[in-house]
């Protein structure tokens, strides 16, 4: 058997329907004209010009925003955070993609905000309104004046949703984002669960274009146990869907090899219409949860506009020659990562060296 396991963007191209075609070419029309706004606000040094095209531009992200909520209003397997909540939370959302988005905003305060965002999706995820019932946590506190204080606080009661759950890791970007994840469990279950984990190394090469690129899993350095994901609820908390290529590439494999998952939840900070789309195409009974959508992909299979790699603004930049693995990553996350998420940290420790 092969060590490695390849995917192409011809392949999940072919999942797209015609429907689904047109509404890119039409979301690609409407962001060519953006980008001639881009190059405007870029280079002139005309105060009306640029008030002129920033009305324009807004005018053009609006028209974008609409054809993204028509494409997917009738697909019940992706959900936007924005399209799907009320009005008054979505300028909260909205500034905090904005400071994420922000080339000048540091390392630091990126994993402020990365933290935020799964706070929300997991709330939008698995805390809302059709949750069964309540639990409650009964916590003592310091107070002990005139006797021993306890507080109740009653939780959604997502123990059923949850305790089936294994948190499926697409490195590299991912890791930490899956931790995240998996603590927002472990304190929302009202046991305290600790997601197992599932960690695949899957690259995609980046010499290639959107339109030929190949998705690559090294199973050599990929750490899971397939009979721990048969009949499991998979969690992929990536926080970009760009194409959607590596996501399919794992799901394809594991269902090859006989895992059959009780569901697939792909959670995003940032979904592209176009990865949105081929993740509910290409697996079927997958859904997509994601705190915001953007319109396209350039011919590099970057989100546009995007935010970068999210993966080096999460843990920095590795050598070309000397990419760091599992263990050396949680290293460089540093003493006060490693206690907030102990039992996560742990967790992993065990799934790579079989502790």
């Known amino acids: 058997m092969s060590d490695h396991v390849v995917l192409t963007a011809k392949d ?19 962001y060519d004209q953006a980008i001639q706004s881009f190059e405007v606000l870029s280079t002139s040094q005309s105060e009306r010009r640029l008030a002129g095209e920033k009305t324009r531009l807004i005018e053009l992200y609006n028209q974008m925003g609409a054809l993204m909520q028509e494409i997917t209003g009738s697909e019940s397997a992706v959900r936007v955070y924005s399209f799907e909540t009320p009005k008054e ?13 922000d080339r000048r905003t540091q390392h630091s305060e990126f994993l402020y905000y990365v933290q935020r965002a799964y706070e929300l999706l997991f709330n939008f995820s698995f805390g809302g309104p059709d949750s069964a019932g309540k639990n409650h946590l009964i916590v003592r506190t310091p107070v002990d004046d005139p006797v021993q204080n306890f507080a109740v606080h009653k939780i959604p009661d997502v123990d059923s949703a949850l305790e089936n ?34 960690l695949f190394r899957i690259r995609r090469e980046e010499s290639r274009k959107e339109a030929d690129m190949e ?39 594991l269902r090859g090899q006989g895992v059959r998952p009780r569901s697939i939840q792909f959670i995003n900070i940032i979904a592209a219409l176009k990865g949105a789309l081929r993740t509910v195409r290409a697996l079927g009974d997958a859904s997509v949860s994601t705190l915001w959508m953007d319109p396209v992909l350039n011919e ?22 000397s990419p760091r693995n599992i263990i050396q990553l949680i290293a460089d996350y540093g003493a006060t990562i490693a206690n907030l998420y102990r039992a996560q940290i742990r967790e992993i420790e065990r799934t790579v060296l079989g502790l």
């Open 89 to 101: 939370t979505h300028g909260e959302v909205s500034r905090l993609i904005a400071k994420l988005r």
């Open 165 to 198: 759950s294994v948190m499926c890791v697409m490195l590299r970007g991912a890791l930490l984002p899956s931790i995240m994840m998996s603590k927002e469990i472990q304190e929302y279950t009202s046991t305290g669960y600790v997601t197992p984990f599932a």
């Open 300 to 321: 590099a299979a970057f989100i546009l506009p995007g935010l970068g790699d999210a993966g080096d603004r999460l843990n920095g930049a590795d050598l070309s020659d």
């Open 12 to 30: 999940l191209d072919g999942y797209l329907t015609d429907q689904d075609r047109d509404g890119l070419r039409r979301m690609h029309e409407l």
């Open 215 to 253: 998705y690559v899993l090294d199973l050599q350095r990929s750490f899971f146990d397939l009979e721990t994901l048969d009949g499991k609820d998979l969690i992929f908390a990536d926080p970009m869907n760009a194409t959607a290529g590596s996501l399919v590439t794992i799901v394809q494999y």
